[in-house]
């Protein structure tokens, strides 16, 4: 049979009286299955033989001659071999000074109908070299769109590691090229200044998104693009709770705060509170010329005068150094009569610093707070002692997180888990006011009751020490009232009441 004679000849090298074979059979017997399997691996020998940029206008000779055998969707050999040199030629055709965004629409146009083995290796490395165009190339949506982000392999969800350092999985490069891509809309005009977001793409990709955040915590950036999804679909609410693991891994990368501050636009409180903590970071300075720009429109708006003043002078220095134009408005701005009336300052270090503590409860927002009551206090070593019920206290750090505490102050708490009977990791912590109910205080009143010899005392079941009488002076039969904290006597195993505060009755 021909088709065994072409398969030696192409093995043995020949490829052009193999060629010369199956062009003569293919006209005699177009239908023959045999004789196309035949010609497949003969057009793949050349595909090959020239998957090189040089060698470009071949290629895809032979590469479209494969597609017109229209071969059954079971022969897939042959294409997965033909991944790996499309691949090969894309990764080829980028290291070109030029850029020719034809051939690769031209190279995705053939392939489309091929029957690759999915998911597989030959193909993950053909989406390898297509996602190094995600950035410039309009196609890249529609080309993975095609190729699916469902056929990834279980590998592919794995790290790389260059030069021993750990990158992002494929299929998280994957996902983040298409997020970005999104992001960025597409061209309605053809110098691409006006763009347009494809609304129902984001609708469709949003779940598949999450699904990879929930199934793969440890990736890093997806929460980050899902976040800017949300928010380009208006949706800030989510976007914010998408967002927050995210922002408090990567808390100290000032773009971080530049989309807090868009998720919080709308609260000024807020907003100068992402700005102050986003300009506070160190970060080179061309990288924040934006965000300082957009900071002092805030604070113009505000009449912050100075400030705005200081801001727009870091701003102009920075591109002067750089050889960058001064954008219109900050021009329009040193223009007019505030400017010129303003004192500028070195930097904003006070106001970013004013503000920073509010940074904290920006981050830790979506973790319920929990009211618990000071117990003691030792200022030493900055440790405050809680009870939160009759099951639960502990203890906690409190340096930079609250101003002086004192033994009775009610307190709403953010911990780091679940809370302990022990040691806990406090995220956030605020004053409240004295009338919020806890089952952890209470009020009495009645005659203190203090046995002979002995220098404490009780009163409607309350125990006062020996301190509170010595302060206070008190004796026995006195009328008092106070406030109790439900307080655990180790000795006896037993939780009671202590007077944490008292007065006497006139």
């Known amino acids: 049979m021909s088709f065994k004679e072409i398969n030696e000849l192409r093995k043995k090298g020949e490829l052009e009286e193999a060629l010369q074979m199956v062009n003569r059979d293919l006209e005699s017997e177009p239908d023959s299955i045999w004789i196309k399997r035949a010609a497949s691996w003969v057009y793949y020998a050349y595909i090959k033989e020239n998957a090189k940029p040089e060698s470009y206008e071949t290629f895809m000779e032979y590469l479209h001659k494969l597609k017109e055998l229209d071969m059954p969707d079971d022969d897939r050999m042959v294409f997965d071999n033909v991944a790996w040199q499309v691949g090969s030629m894309v990764f080829a055709l980028q290291r070109e000074e030029q850029t020719d965004f034809r051939k690769y629409n031209a190279i995705f146009r053939i392939i489309r109908p091929f029957h690759f083995t999915v998911p597989s290796e030959g193909y993950s490395f053909l989406f390898k070299s297509f996602i190094k165009l995600s950035d410039t190339w309009q196609g890249f949506l529609d080309f993975a769109d095609w190729w699916d982000l469902e056929n990834f392999r279980p590998e ?11 990158l992002p999985s494929l299929a998280e490069q994957a996902y983040m090229a298409y997020a970005r891509k999104l992001l960025e809309g597409e061209p309605v005009d053809q110098f691409g200044y006006n763009r347009a977001i494809d609304r129902d793409r984001i609708t469709a990709f949003l779940p598949r998104l999450e699904q990879l955040i929930e199934q793969h915590p440890d990736f890093l950036y997806p929460p980050y693009y899902k976040a800017k999804l949300l928010l380009l679909m208006g949706d800030e609410e989510d976007a914010l709770s998408a967002f927050l693991p995210f922002a408090r891994q990567k808390k100290n990368e ?22 102050c903590k986003a300009l506070s970071l160190r970060t080179q300075e061309d990288y924040l010329v934006k965000m300082r720009q957009a ?4 604070l113009v708006e505000k009449e912050m005068y100075d400030e705005a003043k200081t801001e727009i002078e870091i701003v102009v220095d920075t591109r002067q150094k750089k050889q960058w134009g001064i954008p ?23 106001l970013y610093r004013k503000h920073n503590g509010k940074v904290e409860e920006i981050l830790f927002r979506d973790i319920p707070e929990v009211i618990v009551v000071v117990e003691f206090v030792n200022r030493d070593k900055n440790m405050v002692s809680f009870v939160k019920d009759r099951q639960t206290k502990g203890f906690f750090k409190y340096s930079g997180l609250i101003d002086r505490p004192v033994v ?50 009780f009163c409607d079941n309350v125990f006062i020490d020996a301190g509170i009488l010595k302060n206070l002076d008190l004796a026995n039969g006195d009328q008092i009232h106070g406030t109790a904290i439900i307080s655990y006597n180790k000795r006896k195993d037993e939780w009671g009441w202590k007077a944490i505060k008292i007065e006497r009755d006139i």
């Open 295 to 298: 900071f002092t429109a805030f």
């Open 156 to 166: 592919d969800y794995l790290k790389e590691e260059l030069n021993e350092r750990k």
């Open 254 to 275: 000032f773009w971080v705060w530049e989309l807090m501050a868009e998720i919080f636009h709308d609260d000024g409180e807020l907003l100068i509170a992402c700005y």
């Open 328 to 350: 219109r408005q900050i021009a329009d701005w040193m223009e007019e009569t505030w400017y010129q009336s303003a004192i500028a300052k070195p930097n904003n270090s006070d």
């Open 408 to 457: 009775g102050d009610i307190l709403s708490v953010r911990f780091n888990g679940e809370i302990q009977n022990d040691f806990n990791k406090a995220l956030t912590v605020r004053k409240c006011q004295d009338d919020v109910e806890t089952e952890v205080l209470k009020s009495f009143d009645g005659t203190l009751q203090q046995l002979p010899g002995k220098d404490f005392g």
